[in-house]
């Protein structure tokens, strides 16, 4: 048997020990339900995603943006597993599981085959598989767009490779049209063109035929990029996702961007207090914080910058980490995310090959150094997959998410506002009120946490308590169809027909023909003996 047998057959057993190893970790995603944190947005409450892969649904992912972004190979996935599980929550999640396990093993193989180091390559596959911070893109339905752009993004680094030992323009296409695929399915992965670069250094080597040529050589998939992020900020800006300075300072970005370089870090090393949303401290942040973390991050890239010679790998893996994290960093805020887990997906590769290349430099001049690093590593491994699987139990389902948040963070207005929702989705209106008036009370320019309070109060008969709050809501956002609805009905339940049938009609201006309070009002209306047409 020649050497490349060998090799293939090697490759074939440790691709199946990943896959046992990060399926018996992660397998309990697949019994988690829908959530109600943009799973209905991207899948329960979409009629077009709903409806499977028809004409008209295709017609659609092309031609809309969707949840503030163009990223029409997701949606496609997201139909596919209406089309094939319906409505099951188990089948999107095996879906999402799918994708990650065969991301664990493209990991493997990539640097398998780029570096010739198998066990290390094996360790950085394991890290990424079992991590706990990577348990949010598996197990929250939504965040499908990471696993799939991210499988994209192997295939292309994996293409790159192949073109690299032996350059031509037909595997460059290939590696270019791979790489569109990626950012259609999210287009965070803009910046993969910069970590190839990075794997011209080490370990592609490449940097003795030019730097120059190698950067002219990027320019089609840069172009590709810079496309990719212009329609992004109109999507975003058409949605209105975009935060304002006026409401996030870019003094405040910029300190909580450089804390949260080393926030997930430390949720790295030590992976506790796991959320699935982490409030933006806006300009609360001491001085001092952001400050020691910019001298951190640029102390740490200088002593990288100097093995750049001798251990090539730390200066690759650290700037891996520090290139790909920055479209999400938060300098361009969206929502009010002070960091996610879900943004770590790719950046921590560039973590893992340090300590995987980094850990065997430390211990081979110790006294049974092998033996310890060896021991060391499964009890290391061993401890993250326990960690994820029950990380994933607080994914059961929207209760359990939120109860879990609001125990790990503080002046959480949304996990607040998350949990009373799945409360009034159980009938149970008094909990769920609490729930949104410390929302109101967190958050008190948020046109949903009103709308949502003045529903709990609804739901309870307190329509003369519900009404400020419907009000609230409009005033905050005018454009609030169902507010609009909410503060018709109760105006009506409180004898004010008049003013409540305008109410109605604003809703039915605002809301879209497909959704299902428009058909209510329709109904309501015609309940009054109002006619549609006014």
Known sequence: MDSSQSQHRRDIV????????????????????????????????????????TLES?????????????????????MADCQVYGLHAWGHHLTSLLLHLANTVLVYLVFQRMTGAVGRSAVVALLFGLHPLHVEP???????????????????????????????VGRFFGVTA????????????????LVLLLLDFWPLGRFKSGVARLVLEKVPLLVLALGSAAVTMIAERSLGSV????????????SNALVAYFSYILKTVWPARLAVFYPHPGSDVPLLL?????????????????QRATRPYLVVGWLWYLITLLPVIGLVQLGQYAMADRYSYVP????????????????EKMRHGKAALSVGTAAALAGLGALSWFQIGHWRNSETLFRHALRVTTNNAVAHLNLGGALV???RAGEAADHFAEAVRLAPNDSLAQNSLGVALAMQGAYETALPYFEQAVRLRPGYGNAHANLGNVLIQLGRESEGVREFRRALELLPGEDPTRSALERALADLGESLIP
């Open 290 to 306: 952001p400050l020691l973390a910019a001298v951190g991050l640029i102390a740490t890239t200088i002593a990288a910058l100097g």
């Open 178 to 193: 791979v790489y569109a695929l990626a950012l259609l399915a999210k287009p965070s992965v803009m910046t993969l063109p």
């Open 58 to 78: 295709l017609r659609w992912v092309l031609t809309h943006f969707h949840f503030g972004m163009w990223i029409p190979l997701t949606t496609l996935s997201h």
């Open 348 to 363: 921590l590769i560039g973590l893992f090959v340090v300590l995987a290349w980094g850990a065997p430099d430390l211990f």
């Open 425 to 427: 989705s159980q009938g």
């Open 14 to 53: 440790i691709s199946m020990a990943l896959l046992a190893a990060t399926a018996a970790g992660f397998w309990p995603a697949v019994r988690c339900d829908f959530v109600n944190i943009d799973d209905g947005a991207y899948v329960t409450e979409n009629v077009y995603v709903r409806a499977g892969l």
């Open 243 to 254: 935060t304002s300075l006026e409401i996030v300072p870019l003094s405040a970005r910029v």
């Open 138 to 168: 598996v197990a929250w339905i939504a965040s499908r767009k990471d696993v799939l752009s991210t499988l994209f993004c192997l295939v292309t680094i994996r293409a790159y490779a192949w073109h690299a030992q032996q350059p031509s």
